[in-house]
Each structure stands twice: as C-alpha cells, then as structure tokens.
C-alpha cells in the first residue's frame, strides 16, 4: 500500500509542475495507477490550468484500455470551457 500512495503523490508532483513528459512517464509504467487517481489529477490540472498536464492525460485516455468514464470527462471539460482553456487544450466540446 505504501508504494501506491508514494506513486501517487509522485504523480501529483509531475502534474503540479506542468511537466507532460513526467505525466506521461507516470501513465506509461507498468504500474498502473487507478482510473480514479487519474481522473482527479486531471481535474486538478484543469482547476489550476496545467494545460500540458492535462494534454497528456487526454492523450494518454485515448489510447488506454481503463478510460476515465464518460460522465466524468464530460463534468471535467464543462469546468474547462467555464476555466476558458479548451481553445489552449487544443479541443472542443460540444
């Protein structure tokens, strides 16, 4: 349990500094972090408008098998287009 809760506090740090070569170093190890611990960074990178954090956990979202669901994508981009960053994001939303 402690290496998960070390893992994860590793992750915040790569998210907080902004840094989407570290996010993407945490979502490509082999130990996978929970789909909930992905979704509430990216929910903290766009409350603190960490544009290259969150375009690295919406690249990495794409392609991954355990997708943050629907209903929280979609909670988390309204907070986008309300925080005015989708256009830095580079996507839209309907």
Same mark, same amino acid.
């Given at each position: 349990?402690? *290496?998960? $809760?070390?893992?994860? =506090?590793?992750? /915040?740090? &790569?998210?907080?500094?902004?840094?989407?070569?570290?996010?993407?170093?945490?979502?490509? $190890? $082999?130990?996978? %972090?929970?789909?909930?611990?992905?979704?509430?960074?990216?929910?903290? &990178?766009?409350? *603190?408008?960490?544009?290259?954090?969150?375009? &690295?956990?919406? $690249? /990495? *979202?794409? /392609?991954?098998?355990?997708?943050?669901?629907?209903?929280? %994508?979609?909670?988390? =981009?309204? %907070?986008? &287009?309300?925080?005015?960053? =989708?256009?830095?994001?580079?996507?839209?939303?309907?």
């Amino acid at each position: 349990m402690r *290496n998960a $809760e070390i893992l994860s =506090l590793d992750f /915040y740090d &790569a998210v907080i500094s902004n840094n989407s070569n570290a996010v993407r170093k945490f979502l490509s $190890e $082999e130990r996978k %972090l929970p789909t909930t611990t992905i979704t509430g960074m990216l929910m903290i &990178a766009v409350e *603190n408008k960490l544009v290259e954090s969150i375009k &690295a956990i919406l $690249e /990495y *979202n794409n /392609y991954s098998s355990d997708k943050i669901t629907d209903k929280h %994508l979609n909670v988390i =981009l309204c %907070l986008a &287009a309300k925080e005015n960053i =989708l256009k830095d994001i580079v996507i839209t939303y309907h």
